[in-house]
C-alpha cells in the first residue's frame, strides 16, 4: 500500500495573457508560463441574512433562509524579482515599456497613464482544475528590501472581473517562462539625492495604482468596469541605524530629492524603481533603551514637470 496523493503547491502552474478584448473576456491568446510564490487570487462570496418579519416561518427564534449576496474578486501574488520575468508584471502596473538598444535592451516603464492593462492569469492547482481569473488589474506594487536571506520578492494585489473554474485549459499553449534569474535579497541599493543611503537596515516601497471597481445596477452581481478612481501614490519608508540629524534636517527643509531602488547583478542586467521627487516625513527619534539607536523615516513621492 502507498500514500495517498494530495494536491501540492510545488505542482502548480500560473500563466499570464494580456487581454485585448472588452473587460470582463478572457484572452484568447500568446499565455506564458511565469514564476510566483503564493497566490491568493480568488472569487469570493459572502452569506446575507434576511431578517424579514412576518412570513410564516416555522418559528420565530432561528435565522430565516440566506439573501442573495456579492461576488468578491480578486487577492494578492506574490512573485520574485526576477530579471527576466518582472516585466510582464511592470507591465501590468504601468502599460507598456519604451524599449532602445539592440543588443543590450533597456526597458523603460513610466507611470502617470490614464489606463492600465488587465491579464487573464490561469491557476492549475491540480490535474483537470484549471482556475482562470479574469481581467485582472494591479490595485498596488510593494518591494521590500533588507538584508535577509534567499531571493528578492515583490508583493502584488489584484483586482479581477471574476473567476471561471474549467476542466482543460483555456491558455492553450502557453509559451515556456522566461529564464529564471532572479535578484539576490541581500544586493538592494537605495539612493536618496544620487547618493547611496548609509547603515541602511531595510527600505520598502508601495506604488498604489489607485484602482476601484464599479458596479452597476443592472450587472446581475458582475463588475461593469476596472477604473483608476483616484491618484496613484508612491509611498515607504527607510530604516537607519541612527547616526545624526541629516534626514531630521532634510525633512524639516521639505525638499524633494531623487529616491532610487536597484537591483544590479551585471552591467548589462539590473533593475531600478526610480522616482524623481521624494519627500521625507519629520520622523524624530525615539531612545528605547540602552541598546542601538534606529530611526524610520516615511517618504512619499510626486510627480514633477
Request: proline share 4%.
Amino acid at each position: 500500500m502507498s500514500t495517498s496523493s494530495i494536491a501540492l503547491g510545488q505542482l502548480s502552474k500560473l500563466a499570464i495573457g494580456f487581454e485585448s478584448g472588452a473587460y470582463g473576456t478572457p484572452a484568447a491568446s500568446n499565455y506564458r508560463y511565469a514564476h510566483f510564490y503564493k497566490s491568493g487570487l480568488r472569487k469570493s462570496r459572502n452569506i446575507e441574512s434576511d431578517p424579514v418579519i412576518g412570513a410564516g416561518y416555522n418559528n420565530t427564534r432561528d435565522a430565516t433562509s440566506p439573501a442573495p449576496s456579492l461576488a468578491e474578486h480578486g487577492g494578492s501574488l506574490e512573485v520574485p524579482l526576477c530579471f527576466n520575468q518582472i516585466g510582464d508584471w511592470l507591465k501590468l502596473l504601468f502599460g507598456a515599456p519604451t524599449t532602445t538598444g539592440s543588443t543590450n535592451l533597456t526597458h523603460a516603464f513610466s507611470s502617470g497613464a490614464l489606463t492600465i492593462p488587465t491579464a487573464t492569469i490561469e491557476l492549475n492547482p491540480a490535474a483537470s482544475d484549471f482556475r482562470q481569473h479574469v481581467s485582472c488589474a494591479l490595485r498596488s506594487f510593494k518591494l521590500d528590501a533588507s538584508d535577509k536571506a534567499g531571493y528578492q520578492r515583490v508583493s502584488m494585489d489584484m483586482l479581477g472581473f471574476g473567476e471561471n473554474l474549467l476542466s482543460t485549459t483555456g491558455a492553450g499553449t502557453p509559451t515556456a517562462a522566461r529564464a529564471y534569474d532572479p535578484a539576490k535579497a541581500t544586493g538592494g541599493i537605495v539612493k536618496l539625492g544620487g547618493t547611496q543611503v548609509g547603515v541602511l537596515l531595510g527600505a520598502s516601497f508601495t506604488y498604489e495604482t489607485g484602482l476601484a471597481q464599479d458596479r452597476y445596477v443592472d450587472g446581475v452581481g458582475d463588475f461593469g468596469a476596472a477604473i483608476l478612481a483616484s491618484q496613484a501614490m508612491l509611498t515607504g519608508e527607510l530604516r537607519v541605524r541612527y547616526t545624526g540629524q541629516t534626514y531630521d534636517a532634510a525633512a524639516a527643509a521639505e525638499t524633494d530629492q531623487s529616491l532610487e531602488f536597484s537591483f544590479v547583478k551585471g552591467v548589462n542586467n539590473s533593475i531600478s524603481f526610480l522616482a524623481p521627487a521624494a519627500r521625507l516625513a519629520l520622523a524624530g527619534v525615539s531612545i528605547d533603551g540602552p541598546g542601538g539607536i534606529e530611526q524610520t523615516i516615511a517618504f512619499r513621492c510626486a510627480q514633477t514637470s
